[in-house]
Protein backbone atom coordinates (compact mmCIF):
# COMPACT_ATOMS: atom_id res chain seq x y z
CA UNK A 1 0.00 0.00 0.00
CA UNK A 2 1.27 3.11 -0.95
CA UNK A 3 0.09 6.17 1.31
CA UNK A 4 -0.36 9.82 0.13
CA UNK A 5 0.05 12.82 2.39
CA UNK A 6 -0.14 16.14 1.86
CA UNK A 7 1.48 19.58 3.00
CA UNK A 8 -0.75 20.88 6.38
CA UNK A 9 -1.86 24.35 8.00
CA UNK A 10 -1.55 24.68 11.50
CA UNK A 11 -4.03 22.36 13.22
CA UNK A 12 -5.84 22.23 16.89
CA UNK A 13 -6.06 18.48 17.49
CA UNK A 14 -6.92 16.36 20.82
CA UNK A 15 -6.41 12.20 20.25
CA UNK A 16 -5.67 9.47 21.91
CA UNK A 17 -3.16 6.40 20.32
CA UNK A 18 -3.43 2.62 20.99
CA UNK A 19 -1.53 1.45 24.28
CA UNK A 20 1.93 1.13 24.94
CA UNK A 21 3.63 -2.24 22.45
CA UNK A 22 6.52 -2.62 25.01
CA UNK A 23 3.82 -2.92 27.83
CA UNK A 24 1.13 -4.83 26.01
CA UNK A 25 4.25 -7.47 25.03
CA UNK A 26 5.00 -7.93 28.94
CA UNK A 27 1.26 -7.74 29.97
CA UNK A 28 0.64 -10.78 27.73
CA UNK A 29 3.85 -12.45 28.57
CA UNK A 30 3.90 -12.11 32.18
CA UNK A 31 0.38 -12.38 32.30
CA UNK A 32 0.76 -16.22 30.80
CA UNK A 33 3.50 -17.21 33.69
CA UNK A 34 0.85 -15.91 36.61
CA UNK A 35 -0.78 -18.03 38.30
CA UNK A 36 -4.65 -16.92 38.04
CA UNK A 37 -5.93 -14.28 35.68
CA UNK A 38 -4.60 -11.71 34.24
CA UNK A 39 -7.41 -8.70 32.65
CA UNK A 40 -5.17 -6.42 29.99
CA UNK A 41 -7.26 -2.88 29.04
CA UNK A 42 -6.20 -0.80 26.43
CA UNK A 43 -3.96 -2.98 24.69
CA UNK A 44 -2.33 -2.57 21.50
CA UNK A 45 -3.61 -4.91 18.70
CA UNK A 46 -0.49 -4.38 16.78
CA UNK A 47 0.85 -6.93 14.54
CA UNK A 48 3.75 -7.10 17.01
CA UNK A 49 1.57 -7.85 20.04
CA UNK A 50 -0.55 -10.24 18.15
CA UNK A 51 3.03 -12.13 17.45
CA UNK A 52 2.98 -12.73 20.86
CA UNK A 53 -0.54 -13.36 21.92
CA UNK A 54 0.41 -15.96 19.27
CA UNK A 55 3.42 -17.53 20.32
CA UNK A 56 1.86 -17.58 23.81
CA UNK A 57 -1.30 -19.65 22.60
CA UNK A 58 1.31 -22.11 20.87
CA UNK A 59 2.63 -22.97 24.63
CA UNK A 60 -0.41 -23.96 25.61
CA UNK A 61 -1.65 -20.61 27.36
CA UNK A 62 -5.27 -19.92 27.20
CA UNK A 63 -5.45 -15.90 26.31
CA UNK A 64 -9.22 -14.65 25.42
CA UNK A 65 -10.15 -11.13 22.97
CA UNK A 66 -12.58 -9.85 25.26
CA UNK A 67 -12.41 -6.97 22.35
CA UNK A 68 -9.58 -5.93 19.96
CA UNK A 69 -8.15 -4.19 22.88
CA UNK A 70 -9.35 -6.23 25.82
CA UNK A 71 -7.57 -9.77 26.70
CA UNK A 72 -8.16 -12.55 29.47
CA UNK A 73 -5.32 -14.53 30.39
CA UNK A 74 -5.52 -17.31 32.12
CA UNK A 75 -2.39 -17.98 33.76
CA UNK A 76 -0.41 -21.16 33.82
CA UNK A 77 2.37 -20.34 36.74
CA UNK A 78 5.72 -20.61 36.18
CA UNK A 79 5.98 -24.14 35.53
CA UNK A 80 2.74 -24.48 33.71
CA UNK A 81 3.96 -23.73 29.36
CA UNK A 82 3.49 -26.60 27.50
CA UNK A 83 6.12 -27.46 24.53
CA UNK A 84 4.68 -25.61 21.19
CA UNK A 85 3.91 -28.58 18.37
CA UNK A 86 5.74 -25.99 15.90
CA UNK A 87 7.91 -23.43 15.28
CA UNK A 88 6.97 -20.03 17.30
CA UNK A 89 6.91 -17.12 14.24
CA UNK A 90 7.21 -13.87 16.11
CA UNK A 91 7.27 -11.71 12.56
CA UNK A 92 8.58 -8.48 13.03
CA UNK A 93 9.00 -8.42 16.60
CA UNK A 94 12.38 -8.09 18.42
CA UNK A 95 10.77 -7.63 21.58
CA UNK A 96 8.69 -11.22 21.40
CA UNK A 97 11.93 -12.94 20.10
CA UNK A 98 14.35 -11.78 23.10
CA UNK A 99 11.55 -11.41 25.91
CA UNK A 100 10.27 -14.76 24.50
CA UNK A 101 13.91 -16.26 24.58
CA UNK A 102 14.32 -15.59 28.30
CA UNK A 103 11.55 -17.05 29.01
CA UNK A 104 11.75 -20.21 27.33
CA UNK A 105 15.48 -20.72 28.50
CA UNK A 106 14.01 -22.19 31.45
CA UNK A 107 11.22 -23.98 30.03
CA UNK A 108 11.86 -28.04 30.61
CA UNK A 109 11.01 -28.15 26.65
CA UNK A 110 12.43 -27.58 23.09
CA UNK A 111 11.30 -24.57 21.28
CA UNK A 112 12.11 -22.84 17.96
CA UNK A 113 11.75 -19.45 17.12
CA UNK A 114 11.95 -17.53 14.26
CA UNK A 115 10.28 -14.37 12.56
CA UNK A 116 10.50 -12.40 9.33
CA UNK A 117 13.28 -11.51 7.09
CA UNK A 118 14.21 -8.81 9.25
CA UNK A 119 14.01 -10.75 12.38
CA UNK A 120 16.56 -13.22 10.62
CA UNK A 121 18.94 -10.44 10.31
CA UNK A 122 19.16 -8.98 14.00
CA UNK A 123 21.57 -9.66 16.46
CA UNK A 124 20.29 -12.37 18.82
CA UNK A 125 23.57 -13.17 20.26
CA UNK A 126 23.19 -10.35 23.08
CA UNK A 127 20.39 -12.87 24.54
CA UNK A 128 21.69 -15.98 23.49
CA UNK A 129 25.44 -15.38 25.68
CA UNK A 130 23.85 -14.46 28.98
CA UNK A 131 21.32 -17.60 28.81
CA UNK A 132 23.86 -19.79 28.18
CA UNK A 133 26.00 -18.73 30.89
CA UNK A 134 22.75 -19.61 32.86
CA UNK A 135 23.06 -22.61 31.88
CA UNK A 136 20.41 -22.70 29.02
CA UNK A 137 21.06 -24.68 25.52
CA UNK A 138 20.59 -22.05 22.19
CA UNK A 139 21.47 -22.74 18.71
CA UNK A 140 21.22 -20.57 15.82
CA UNK A 141 22.01 -19.54 12.39
CA UNK A 142 25.89 -17.85 11.78
CA UNK A 143 27.37 -19.47 14.65
CA UNK A 144 24.43 -19.01 17.48
CA UNK A 145 23.80 -14.98 15.91
CA UNK A 146 20.81 -14.75 13.88
CA UNK A 147 17.26 -16.51 14.37
CA UNK A 148 16.30 -18.96 13.77
CA UNK A 149 17.23 -19.94 17.48
CA UNK A 150 16.55 -23.63 18.64
CA UNK A 151 16.20 -23.83 22.75
CA UNK A 152 16.55 -26.49 25.23
CA UNK A 153 15.85 -25.06 28.31
CA UNK A 154 17.28 -25.97 31.42
CA UNK A 155 17.60 -25.85 35.59
CA UNK A 156 18.88 -22.08 35.26
CA UNK A 157 21.77 -21.08 37.31
CA UNK A 158 21.04 -17.12 38.86
CA UNK A 159 24.11 -14.72 37.09
CA UNK A 160 25.39 -10.95 37.59
CA UNK A 161 25.30 -9.67 34.08
CA UNK A 162 27.46 -6.32 33.46
CA UNK A 163 25.28 -6.30 29.60
CA UNK A 164 27.42 -4.29 27.07
CA UNK A 165 24.14 -2.34 25.64
CA UNK A 166 21.52 -0.47 27.25
CA UNK A 167 18.91 -2.59 26.19
CA UNK A 168 15.59 -3.70 28.04
CA UNK A 169 15.33 -6.03 25.51
CA UNK A 170 17.93 -7.95 27.04
CA UNK A 171 17.47 -6.67 30.55
CA UNK A 172 13.93 -8.23 30.24
CA UNK A 173 15.37 -11.98 28.92
CA UNK A 174 17.43 -12.28 31.45
CA UNK A 175 14.91 -11.11 34.39
CA UNK A 176 12.29 -13.74 32.79
CA UNK A 177 15.48 -16.24 32.83
CA UNK A 178 15.55 -14.93 36.47
CA UNK A 179 12.82 -16.22 37.87
CA UNK A 180 13.70 -19.69 37.01
CA UNK A 181 17.05 -19.73 38.83
CA UNK A 182 18.17 -20.94 41.70
CA UNK A 183 19.31 -17.69 43.80
CA UNK A 184 19.21 -14.02 42.76
CA UNK A 185 19.65 -12.86 39.07
CA UNK A 186 21.20 -8.92 37.97
CA UNK A 187 21.82 -7.13 35.43
CA UNK A 188 23.77 -3.94 35.23
CA UNK A 189 23.28 -1.66 31.94
CA UNK A 190 25.37 1.18 31.22
CA UNK A 191 22.85 3.51 30.70
CA UNK A 192 18.79 2.93 31.96
CA UNK A 193 16.78 1.23 29.63
CA UNK A 194 12.89 1.41 29.42
CA UNK A 195 11.81 -0.44 32.53
CA UNK A 196 8.47 -1.96 31.93
CA UNK A 197 9.74 -5.63 32.85
CA UNK A 198 10.40 -4.16 36.44
CA UNK A 199 7.45 -2.22 37.36
CA UNK A 200 4.99 -5.20 35.58
CA UNK A 201 6.87 -7.91 37.56
CA UNK A 202 6.71 -5.42 41.05
CA UNK A 203 2.76 -5.30 40.02
CA UNK A 204 2.55 -9.33 39.68
CA UNK A 205 3.93 -9.83 43.38
CA UNK A 206 7.65 -10.53 41.85
CA UNK A 207 10.74 -9.93 44.32
CA UNK A 208 12.26 -7.53 42.24
CA UNK A 209 14.86 -4.68 43.04
CA UNK A 210 15.94 -1.46 41.15
CA UNK A 211 19.38 -0.14 42.22
CA UNK A 212 21.05 2.94 39.69
CA UNK A 213 21.54 0.80 36.82
CA UNK A 214 21.37 -2.55 38.13
CA UNK A 215 18.49 -4.64 38.18
CA UNK A 216 18.20 -7.67 41.20
CA UNK A 217 15.19 -10.63 40.62
CA UNK A 218 14.62 -13.75 42.39
CA UNK A 219 12.59 -16.47 41.52
CA UNK A 220 8.97 -16.89 42.59
CA UNK A 221 5.27 -17.21 41.76
CA UNK A 222 3.51 -14.38 40.17
CA UNK A 223 0.42 -13.57 41.13
CA UNK A 224 -2.36 -12.30 37.82
CA UNK A 225 -3.89 -8.73 37.94
CA UNK A 226 -5.78 -6.07 36.00
CA UNK A 227 -3.33 -4.36 33.63
CA UNK A 228 -4.55 -1.09 32.50
CA UNK A 229 -1.90 0.31 29.78
CA UNK A 230 -1.08 3.96 28.76
CA UNK A 231 -0.87 5.27 24.92
CA UNK A 232 2.35 4.37 23.46
CA UNK A 233 4.99 8.08 23.51
CA UNK A 234 6.53 6.28 20.84
CA UNK A 235 3.47 6.14 18.95
CA UNK A 236 2.51 10.26 19.83
CA UNK A 237 5.78 10.86 19.33
CA UNK A 238 4.51 11.22 15.65
CA UNK A 239 1.77 14.04 16.34
CA UNK A 240 3.81 15.91 19.47
CA UNK A 241 6.58 16.33 16.49
CA UNK A 242 3.77 17.29 13.95
CA UNK A 243 2.51 19.96 16.38
CA UNK A 244 5.99 21.48 17.04
CA UNK A 245 7.65 21.36 13.47
CA UNK A 246 4.09 23.60 12.61
CA UNK A 247 4.27 26.54 14.13
CA UNK A 248 0.91 27.71 15.14
CA UNK A 249 -0.32 24.25 16.16
CA UNK A 250 -1.25 22.48 18.91
CA UNK A 251 -2.04 18.83 19.81
CA UNK A 252 -3.26 17.22 23.10
CA UNK A 253 -2.73 13.71 23.16
CA UNK A 254 -4.47 11.96 25.98
CA UNK A 255 -3.99 9.01 28.59
CA UNK A 256 -0.47 9.05 27.21
CA UNK A 257 2.38 6.78 29.00
CA UNK A 258 4.76 9.46 30.90
CA UNK A 259 7.30 6.66 32.25
CA UNK A 260 10.85 8.52 32.93
CA UNK A 261 12.76 5.76 30.86
CA UNK A 262 10.73 6.77 27.83
CA UNK A 263 10.13 10.62 27.88
CA UNK A 264 13.24 11.96 26.39
CA UNK A 265 11.41 13.25 23.27
CA UNK A 266 9.89 15.57 25.42
CA UNK A 267 12.67 16.83 26.74
CA UNK A 268 14.52 16.93 23.31
CA UNK A 269 11.26 19.15 21.73
CA UNK A 270 11.19 21.26 24.89
CA UNK A 271 14.71 22.46 24.49
CA UNK A 272 14.43 23.04 20.89
CA UNK A 273 11.44 25.59 21.89
CA UNK A 274 8.26 23.43 21.46
CA UNK A 275 5.72 24.95 24.28
CA UNK A 276 4.80 21.29 26.24
CA UNK A 277 2.19 20.79 28.90
CA UNK A 278 1.71 17.98 30.87
CA UNK A 279 -1.81 17.60 32.90
CA UNK A 280 -3.67 14.57 34.69
CA UNK A 281 -0.76 13.18 35.45
CA UNK A 282 -1.61 10.02 37.61
CA UNK A 283 -0.10 6.36 38.03
CA UNK A 284 -1.77 3.16 37.06
CA UNK A 285 -0.84 -0.31 36.76
CA UNK A 286 3.00 0.81 38.15
CA UNK A 287 2.90 3.17 34.99
CA UNK A 288 2.55 6.84 34.88
CA UNK A 289 0.41 8.52 32.57
CA UNK A 290 -0.95 12.30 31.63
CA UNK A 291 -2.85 14.25 29.09
CA UNK A 292 0.42 16.16 27.09
CA UNK A 293 0.06 18.95 25.30
CA UNK A 294 2.62 20.47 22.43
CA UNK A 295 2.46 24.30 21.00
CA UNK A 296 4.31 24.57 17.75
CA UNK A 297 6.74 27.93 17.12
CA UNK A 298 10.04 27.96 15.96
CA UNK A 299 12.29 25.65 16.83
CA UNK A 300 16.18 25.57 17.53
CA UNK A 301 18.81 22.50 16.89
CA UNK A 302 19.83 20.72 19.59
CA UNK A 303 22.94 17.99 20.55
CA UNK A 304 21.40 14.56 21.41
CA UNK A 305 23.74 11.98 22.77
CA UNK A 306 24.51 9.91 26.09
CA UNK A 307 22.02 8.46 28.77
CA UNK A 308 19.59 10.19 26.54
CA UNK A 309 19.55 7.66 23.77
CA UNK A 310 17.65 4.79 25.72
CA UNK A 311 15.07 7.21 26.54
CA UNK A 312 14.02 8.18 22.76
CA UNK A 313 16.04 5.22 21.09
CA UNK A 314 12.44 4.90 19.04
CA UNK A 315 11.99 8.35 18.52
CA UNK A 316 15.22 9.11 16.52
CA UNK A 317 13.24 8.68 13.28
CA UNK A 318 10.59 11.27 14.15
CA UNK A 319 13.91 13.31 15.83
CA UNK A 320 15.85 13.28 12.63
CA UNK A 321 12.39 14.91 10.82
CA UNK A 322 12.11 17.71 13.45
CA UNK A 323 15.96 18.76 13.19
CA UNK A 324 15.37 19.31 9.76
CA UNK A 325 12.63 21.47 10.35
CA UNK A 326 15.33 23.46 13.09
CA UNK A 327 17.22 26.39 12.86
CA UNK A 328 20.81 25.40 13.01
CA UNK A 329 22.61 21.79 12.93
CA UNK A 330 21.28 19.36 15.17
CA UNK A 331 23.21 16.06 15.78
CA UNK A 332 22.32 12.81 16.84
CA UNK A 333 25.37 10.63 18.46
CA UNK A 334 25.43 7.63 20.52
CA UNK A 335 23.05 6.04 18.41
CA UNK A 336 24.80 3.19 16.64
CA UNK A 337 21.63 0.71 18.13
CA UNK A 338 19.67 1.95 15.82
CA UNK A 339 21.34 0.20 12.81
CA UNK A 340 20.27 -2.92 14.39
CA UNK A 341 16.48 -2.01 14.27
CA UNK A 342 13.78 -2.92 12.00
CA UNK A 343 15.91 -1.31 9.51
CA UNK A 344 19.35 0.67 9.53
CA UNK A 345 17.33 3.56 10.83
CA UNK A 346 20.67 5.39 10.54
CA UNK A 347 20.57 4.91 6.57
CA UNK A 348 16.80 4.96 6.44
CA UNK A 349 16.71 8.67 7.65
CA UNK A 350 19.57 9.87 5.79
CA UNK A 351 18.44 8.35 2.57
CA UNK A 352 14.59 9.41 2.63
CA UNK A 353 15.27 12.98 4.30
CA UNK A 354 17.60 13.53 1.35
CA UNK A 355 14.69 13.34 -0.77
CA UNK A 356 12.53 15.93 0.63
CA UNK A 357 16.40 18.03 0.11
CA UNK A 358 17.01 18.14 2.91
CA UNK A 359 20.89 18.16 4.09
CA UNK A 360 21.45 15.48 6.40
CA UNK A 361 24.71 13.33 6.42
CA UNK A 362 25.08 9.92 8.60
CA UNK A 363 27.99 9.11 10.76
CA UNK A 364 29.51 6.68 12.64
CA UNK A 365 26.67 6.48 15.25
CA UNK A 366 23.91 9.07 14.76
CA UNK A 367 23.08 12.10 11.92
CA UNK A 368 23.78 15.44 11.18
CA UNK A 369 21.40 17.41 9.91
CA UNK A 370 21.41 21.09 8.99
CA UNK A 371 17.75 22.41 9.68
CA UNK A 372 16.29 24.36 6.83
CA UNK A 373 12.25 24.49 7.25
CA UNK A 374 11.58 24.57 3.57
CA UNK A 375 11.65 20.95 1.84
CA UNK A 376 9.45 19.53 -1.39
CA UNK A 377 7.38 16.50 -1.34
CA UNK A 378 9.33 13.09 -1.81
CA UNK A 379 8.28 9.80 -3.07
CA UNK A 380 10.08 7.77 -0.04
CA UNK A 381 10.32 3.82 0.68
CA UNK A 382 9.56 2.63 4.00
CA UNK A 383 12.31 -0.22 4.37
CA UNK A 384 9.04 -2.71 5.50
CA UNK A 385 9.88 -0.18 8.80
CA UNK A 386 6.75 0.99 10.38
CA UNK A 387 8.56 3.89 12.30
CA UNK A 388 10.31 5.16 9.00
CA UNK A 389 7.05 5.26 7.78
CA UNK A 390 5.77 6.96 9.97
CA UNK A 391 8.44 9.44 9.96
CA UNK A 392 8.28 9.90 6.36
CA UNK A 393 4.74 10.72 6.20
CA UNK A 394 5.50 13.24 9.36
CA UNK A 395 7.89 14.97 6.98
CA UNK A 396 5.18 14.91 3.96
CA UNK A 397 3.19 17.02 6.66
CA UNK A 398 5.34 19.92 5.90
CA UNK A 399 7.01 19.66 3.35
CA UNK A 400 5.59 21.47 0.19
CA UNK A 401 3.14 19.52 -2.51
CA UNK A 402 2.40 15.80 -2.30
CA UNK A 403 4.71 12.98 -0.52
CA UNK A 404 4.24 8.98 -1.05
CA UNK A 405 5.25 6.96 1.09
CA UNK A 406 5.48 3.13 -0.44
CA UNK A 407 5.16 -0.23 1.32
CA UNK A 408 3.25 1.77 4.62
CA UNK A 409 1.49 -1.26 5.52
CA UNK A 410 4.17 -1.99 7.85
CA UNK A 411 2.59 0.80 10.18
CA UNK A 412 -0.23 -1.67 11.23
CA UNK A 413 2.83 -3.12 13.48
CA UNK A 414 2.98 -0.85 16.08
CA UNK A 415 0.07 2.10 15.46
CA UNK A 416 -2.81 0.77 13.74
CA UNK A 417 -5.43 3.92 13.37
CA UNK A 418 -2.21 5.98 12.14
CA UNK A 419 -4.10 7.32 9.22
CA UNK A 420 -7.68 8.25 11.07
CA UNK A 421 -4.91 10.40 13.43
CA UNK A 422 -3.51 11.76 10.27
CA UNK A 423 -6.75 12.55 8.54
CA UNK A 424 -7.79 14.13 11.91
CA UNK A 425 -4.81 16.81 10.83
CA UNK A 426 -6.04 16.77 7.64
CA UNK A 427 -3.10 15.37 6.37
CA UNK A 428 -4.05 12.24 4.58
CA UNK A 429 -4.93 12.51 0.56
CA UNK A 430 -5.76 8.89 0.14
CA UNK A 431 -4.59 5.61 0.17
C1 LIG B 1 11.83 -2.45 23.50
C2 LIG B 1 13.11 -2.02 23.73
C3 LIG B 1 13.90 -1.26 22.75
C4 LIG B 1 13.02 -0.64 21.68
C5 LIG B 1 12.00 -1.59 21.15
C6 LIG B 1 11.10 -2.10 22.27
C7 LIG B 1 11.16 -3.25 24.53
O1 LIG B 1 14.81 -2.15 22.11
O2 LIG B 1 13.82 -0.14 20.63
O3 LIG B 1 11.19 -0.96 20.18
O4 LIG B 1 9.93 -3.42 24.46
O5 LIG B 1 11.84 -3.74 25.44
P1 LIG B 1 16.26 -2.47 22.76
O6 LIG B 1 16.00 -3.02 24.08
O7 LIG B 1 16.87 -3.49 21.85
O8 LIG B 1 16.98 -1.16 22.73
Redesign the pocket.
Known amino acids: MNLSIKKIKPFQAVIRVPGD ?2 IS ?2 SVMIGSIANGITTVENFLPGEDCLSTVNCMRQLGVEIEALSPTALKIKGRGLHGLKEAGDYLDVGNS ?2 TI ?2 LSGLLAGQDFFSIITGDASIRRRPMARVAVPLRQMGAQIWGRDQDRLAPLAIKGEPLKAIHYQSP ?8 AILLAGLYADGETSVTEPAL ?2 D ?2 ERMLAGFKGKIQVDGFTTVVSPGELTGQQVVIPGDI ?1 SAAFFLAAAAIIPGSRITIQDMGLNPTRTGILEVLAAMGAQIKIENERTVSGEILGDVSVVGQSLKAVEIGGDLI ?1 RL ?2 EIPVLAVVGAMAEGQTVIRDAG ?1 LKV ?1 ESNRLRAMATELSRFGAEIRETEDGLLIKGAGKYKGAVCESYHDHRIAMACALMGLAADGTTEVKNSECINISFPGFLDCLAQLGGMERC
Open positions: KSHRGTRLVASAQVKSSRHTSPIDEK
